[in-house]
Every structure is written in C-alpha cells, then in structure tokens.
C-alpha cells in the first residue's frame, strides 16, 4: 500500500475556504511590509494536498538580490532536532540504542557524578538535569585545565574538542525532574548515532531519511547547498562568530542540534510522513510505534521555563514538542494532539494530525531572540499558524 504524498490541490477539495487560505498572501505582505521580516517561503497541506505554497521577499539583503524561489533553502536551525531524534529513532527500532540505556553506555566520556542516570530519553526530552548556561559556564571556567584527545575515526576536529570540553560538566539537577532546552543534548545524539552506526550523523540522515523520502534539497551541511538558492540573513552585529561557525559554512561539520538545512517543500515531506505514521509513498522510514513515542508526551507533569516563559507541563515528544494544554510562543487555535518545532531564526513547522495539516513557516529575521517580547517581534508562526487553522471549515 503506497502511503500518501503531496501534491498540489484545491482548498476546497480538502475542506478548506479559500477566502482564508488566501488571506494568508495577504497577511505575509503585510509582514514584509512591517520591516521585521526580510524573506519568508509558506506552504500549507492538507490531506495530502498542498493548497498554499508562496514565497516573499528577497533572497539575500543585498541590495537589488533577486526575489525569493519557492525552492529556496533556509538553515533552519533548532528544526533540525527532529531529524536527528529521527536518526535516534532509527536505530533504536533497529534495537542498536535503547531509550532507557545510559548515554554513558554509548559515550564512555559522559562522567560526572549522578550522570550514569541520564538516560538517552532524557537527552531526546531535555530532561537530562544538564542546562545550557551551566554547560558553557564549565566551558569557560575549565578552559586551559583540560588536554583535548586527538580527534578518532570521522569525527570532526571542532567537534572533537566541543565534546572534549563538556563531557565531564556536572549536573544541574537529577535528569527527570525538569525540562531545560538543551541543544548540546542533540549534539551528544548525534554522537550517539555517529559511534553506533558508524557513520556521521550527516551521512547517516542523508542516506536513512533524505534520500528514501526524495529530500534532494536537505543537508545538515551548508557545503551540499547550491549558494545561487541558498537564504541568507542580515549579520547580527551583537552575535559572535567563532571558528566552529566559520568551519561550518566550509566543511563537512554537523551540529545535531541544528544544522539542516532544507526547502519548504522538503520539509513539508518529512511531516507528511509523520502524519503518515513513518511511510511516505512507498518510503518506510519509521514503525507507527516509533511515531506514536516521538509525538505523544513523554514528560508528564514535568514543567519548564523558557524564553522567560513558565510552562507548568512542558509536554515534549522525542524531539518534539506536543501541543497538549499548553500556551506560548505558536498558535492557540491547533488540536492538542499537534506536534511542532521552530528555529532561532525564524523556522517554524508542525503536523496536526485531527486535521490533518502539515504546516511549514520558513522566513529570515533577527537570529538573536532573547526574550518573548523579541521573540514576537520578529516572528510570525503563531498568527500564521492560527489562520491556517482557522481556514478549515470541514472537519
């Protein structure tokens, strides 16, 4: 049985007015025009059918740069952890990883005390006990006392060292007692899936997951992406660049935790295949159990705060986050049985799966989003999400 695949079709064909899947052009422009947003590639689906897919805005912020493609290709930073949880997924269907097996079993340099209890569910949920600011406080603090190993098999030097310099990082609470987003958990996947699969975490996806689903456009490495199609956003003249960032643009160096970079369209596909439960066209990527763990709660009653938000149930997937009860930074409008992520940068998608909706938010806007006050400045998912939800007027 071939499962279903995208292909354009007519909102009204699948239930949706198309009045108000209209709009939706009309509300981009608008974004635009505030000057929060340079460029932005949307696309609506349902049922299988794709009934919005435009794009906005120009391709670079150069001046006189040519008008955004619909295929154009965004980093889309923190997005990129479902993939890798995939990868996860993967090999734990394939009974290679366990979800309820210590990460020190597959990374004997993850020491510390109580950190034998972290296990690799905890890194897929951010309930490891491990958090970010104290993670790069060990960096800082320990800088010069600890000898970096020299580099093994594929791993990546920068990577190598970046491992290196935070393995031993002590916890900041037992792992599953709160949710702390952490992306150096996803990189510690990406280990994970480098050392038992024998390959990196790029060419593994590249091979497991992009290709079988006809992703010709993904990659987690900027290298494999045409320059000519390629979104690039203004320079944050308050962000950083480090070696790490610059080998990134150049080599073949990876980051688990937000590397990939991809279409709309890809994107688009890689949700339908979830909303599939793991098949798209005659492509099995995961089991409907291996779909129903990464996309229902795995963390309840467990709280978090983020972005200066207090969220009494966290409610997160294996690299998911679940809509459930919860309110903030997306939509308010989408069934609680939802699953989503978003990206620094301005990357949103989710999968309704009541109805049956694949929704893909990519635009380019301000990286540094410290607050929720700056958060809702430059970016616009929530209210795109709740008018795409809005527009289905058949259940």
Not at 81 to 98: D, F, R, W
Request: hydrophobic letters at 40%; one cysteine or more.
């Amino acid at each position: 049985m071939v499962a279903t695949i995208l292909h354009p079709g007519s909102a009204a064909a699948v239930g949706m007015s198309l009045e108000r899947i209209g709009h939706l052009g009309e509300l981009a422009g608008q974004w635009l025009r505030e000057g929060n947003v340079q460029t932005m590639v949307l696309l609506v689906a349902r049922r299988g059918q794709i009934v919005f897919h435009r794009a906005f805005g120009p391709l670079t912020p150069d001046p006189g740069a040519s008008p955004t493609p619909l295929d154009a290709i965004f980093p889309t930073a923190s997005v990129g952890k479902v993939i890798t949880a995939t990868a996860v997924m993967l090999l734990v269907e394939e009974g290679l990883v366990g979800l309820n097996r210590p990460v020190s079993g597959y990374l004997p340099e993850f020491q510390g005390e109580g950190k034998d209890a972290v296990l690799v569910r905890h890194l897929l949920t951010h309930t490891s006990g491990l958090r970010g600011e104290d993670v790069e406080r060990f960096v800082t603090q320990s800088r010069g006392e600890l000898e970096i190993p020299p580099a093994t098999g594929s791993l990546h030097p920068l990577l190598n060292e970046y491992f290196a310099r935070r393995y031993r990082c002590p916890l900041w609470k037992p792992p599953g007692v709160e949710m702390s987003y952490l992306p150096y958990g996803f990189e510690l996947l990406g280990e994970i899936v480098r050392r038992v699969s024998a390959e990196p975490l790029d060419r593994f996806a590249r091979d497991r997951i992009f290709r079988p689903l006809g992703m010709d456009d993904s990659s987690y490495c900027p290298v494999d992406v045409a320059p000519q199609r390629r979104v690039r956003r203004a320079p944050e003249p308050d962000l950083p660049t480090d070696a790490t960032d610059l080998a990134h643009e150049t080599e073949r160096l990876y980051w688990g935790s937000g590397g990939v970079e991809t279409t709309a369209h890809d994107l688009a596909v890689f949700g339908q295949m979830f909303l599939n439960r793991g098949r798209y066209g005659d492509a099995r990527i995961l089991s409907p159990a291996g779909v129903a763990a990464m996309t229902r709660n795995q963390i309840p009653g467990i709280g978090a705060e983020f972005y200066g938000q207090v969220f009494p149930e966290a409610s997160f997937g294996y690299g998911w986050s679940v809509h459930g009860d919860k309110t903030g930074m997306c939509g308010g409008l989408y069934s609680a049985r939802a699953f989503e992520h978003w990206g620094r940068g301005g990357s949103y998608f989710w999968v309704d799966p009541d109805l049956a909706i694949v929704g893909v938010y990519l635009s380019a806007t301000a990286w540094s989003l410290d607050t929720v006050v700056h958060w809702f400045r430059y970016n616009r998912a929530d209210l795109f999400q709740d008018a795409v939800t809005a527009a289905v007027s058949e259940p």
